[in-house]
C-alpha cells in the first residue's frame, strides 16, 4: 500500500513540475535519420548482340564493346538503337572486331546498377576478354558513359564519351582509365563545357584523357566522329 502511493505521488510531481509543461508544449520537430538495406530486384534490358566473324567455334575470348544510345532511341522498338553509331556500323562492316552489346532504354537516361547486371550476365554468357571491355556512348549515353565507368571503374580498359558530361567529382575513380572525349564546339543541346570539364578533371586527378572538338559541329558530333 505505502509502495503504491509512493508510485502516485511521484507521478503527480513529475507531471506537474515545471520542466514537464514545458516538454509538452514544445513543438515537434524534424530530425534527421539514415536507412540502408540491400534489397534483390529484377531488372531487365533488351539489347542488340553482334558477334564478330570466327566467335562461333572458336575458344578464344573476344573484347566487347558496350554501346549507350540516346535520347531518341529510348523505348520499346530496338530497331531505332541501330540508328546511330556501332549498331549503324556493323550493319553495313560485318568485320568489326568486338562483340558489340546495344541495350536499349526503355525511358529516358540510364540506370547504372541496371547496366552492371547486364555486363554481370554477358560475361558468363559470351566469351568475353575481361581485360578488353570498352564502354561508349553519345548524348544520353555519354551521361550514361561517365556515370557507370564512375560507378564501376574496374570494369573498363577504356571509355570514349560522346557529347555528354559527367559528375567532375568522380574523376579520381576515373582518372586510370583511357578515356577519349569527343564533343562539337557548337552544341547547343549539351554545351561542350560539359566535356571539357570533365577532361580538365581528370587531368587535374592525374589521368590523361584525350579530347577532340570538332569546331563546326553541333550535338550531331557523333556524325562527325564517323567521317
Not at 556512348?137 to 560507378?151: F, I, K, P, Q, V
Not at 567532375?168 to 572525349?181: E, G, R
Request: proline share 9%; net charge neutral; with cysteine.
Amino acid at each position: 500500500m505505502k509502495t503504491s502511493l509512493l508510485l502516485g505521488t511521484l507521478v503527480c510531481l513529475s507531471a506537474s513540475a515545471p520542466w514537464a509543461s514545458a516538454r509538452q508544449d514544445a513543438p515537434p520537430a524534424q530530425v534527421a535519420k539514415h536507412f540502408e538495406a540491400k534489397v534483390a530486384m529484377t531488372v531487365k534490358l533488351d539489347y542488340l548482340l553482334f558477334l564478330p566473324q570466327g566467335y562461333e567455334g572458336s575458344a578464344k575470348r573476344w573484347p566487347l564493346m558496350l554501346f549507350l544510345h540516346g535520347s531518341g532511341e529510348s523505348g520499346s522498338d530496338l530497331a531505332k538503337v541501330k540508328i546511330h553509331g556501332p549498331p549503324k556500323i556493323v550493319e553495313s562492316k560485318p568485320d568489326f572486331p568486338f562483340i558489340l552489346v546495344s541495350p536499349q532504354s526503355p525511358r529516358m537516361g540510364w540506370n547504372v546498377e541496371t547496366l552492371n547486371a547486364l555486363l554481370d550476365d554477358l560475361m558468363q554468357r559470351y566469351r568475353v576478354d575481361p581485360d578488353r571491355v570498352y564502354l561508349t556512348g553519345l548524348s544520353m549515353g555519354g551521361y550514361g558513359t561517365w556515370s557507370l565507368a564512375a560507378a564501376h571503374p574496374e570494369r573498363f580498359a577504356a571509355i570514349v564519351p560522346i557529347c555528354g558530361g559527367g559528375n567532375p567529382a568522380d574523376a579520381p575513380k576515373l582518372a586510370s582509365i583511357p578515356a577519349w572525349v569527343f564533343h562539337g564546339a557548337k552544341d547547343t543541346t549539351v554545351p561542350v563545357q560539359r566535356s571539357t570539364d570533365m577532361v580538365e578533371a581528370l587531368k587535374a586527378a592525374g589521368g590523361n584523357p584525350k579530347l577532340t572538338i570538332y569546331p563546326e559541329a553541333g550535338h550531331d558530333s557523333w556524325t562527325e566522329n564517323l567521317q
